[in-house]
């Protein structure tokens, strides 16, 4: 079976990705999952640079094809934030429920009207030979005033969808990927994945 590493430490966006790869027939690991213990500081200030430097680090440390994402939530009425910061919104080490509560907190005036939102995905793939490439994906939605759902993991239980009536915390794995930003910026990276497949398969 064909495998690919995706550069992550996030156990929430590794099951997106093993959802999304499945019926490719390609088996997902992550940084968690190798013996090297890695993690890339994210010094950029856009989900591009970051992307580009999450996957080219892990890529020239271990000499073969990675895909890296970055990712977050961009609030308007708070000009954007958290954006690149979304993992350390509330501080290090990151955590969700911190992140969301201090979100909560911030929009606690904020009506629902004004609530717009969008999660952003950037996905770099690296790797010796093939240069790197990026692809992008949004996904619009309404940050809500409380939690539901328990599926997904980060703001997903505070983040509505309103074509499906329901928060991405809501919605199945399989369900959120047909809509979610990750799964729009893969669907990009899926038209190029002929080209890279060859080289994928080489890492096993
Ligand atoms: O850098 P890696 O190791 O991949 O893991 P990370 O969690 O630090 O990932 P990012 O730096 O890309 O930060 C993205 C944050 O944005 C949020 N996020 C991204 N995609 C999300 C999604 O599909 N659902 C909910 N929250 C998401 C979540 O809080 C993530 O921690
Ligand atoms: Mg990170």
């Known amino acids: 079976m064909k495998e690919v590493l995706i550069a992550t430490n996030n156990k929430g966006k590794a099951k997106d990705f093993e959802v999304l790869f499945r019926p ?25 640079e970051n992307a580009v430097l999450k996957a080219e680090t892990v890529a020239n440390l271990l000499g073969k094809v990675v895909i890296a994402d970055d990712s977050g939530l961009e609030v ?3 000009n954007g934030e958290p954006g690149v910061y979304s993992a350390r919104y509330a501080g290090e080490p990151s955590d ?24 952003r995905c950037v996905l770099a793939i690296a790797g010796p030979g093939i240069g790197t490439t990026t692809y992008s994906g949004s996904c619009e939605g309404i940050i809500t005033d409380q939690r539901q759902g328990t599926n997904g993991f980060g703001y997903d239980p ?23 930003h990750r799964g729009a910026a893969l669907a990009q990276l899926k038209k190029q994945l002929p080209e890279f497949l060859t080289r994928i398969g080489e890492m096993k």
């Open 24 to 48: 490719l027939g390609i088996n997902v690991l992550t940084l968690q999952d190798i013996e090297e213990s890695i993690d890339v500081e994210e010094t950029g200030t856009t989900f591009v």
């Open 158 to 180: 505070i983040f509505y969808v309103p074509s499906r009536g329901k928060t991405m915390a809501e919605l199945s794995a399989e369900e959120k990927n047909v809509i979610s």
């Open 96 to 119: 969700d429920e911190e992140n969301i509560d201090k979100l909560l907190a911030n929009l606690v005036e904020v009506p629902e009207t004004a609530r717009q939102a969008r999660f």
């Open 76 to 78: 308007d009425v708070l």
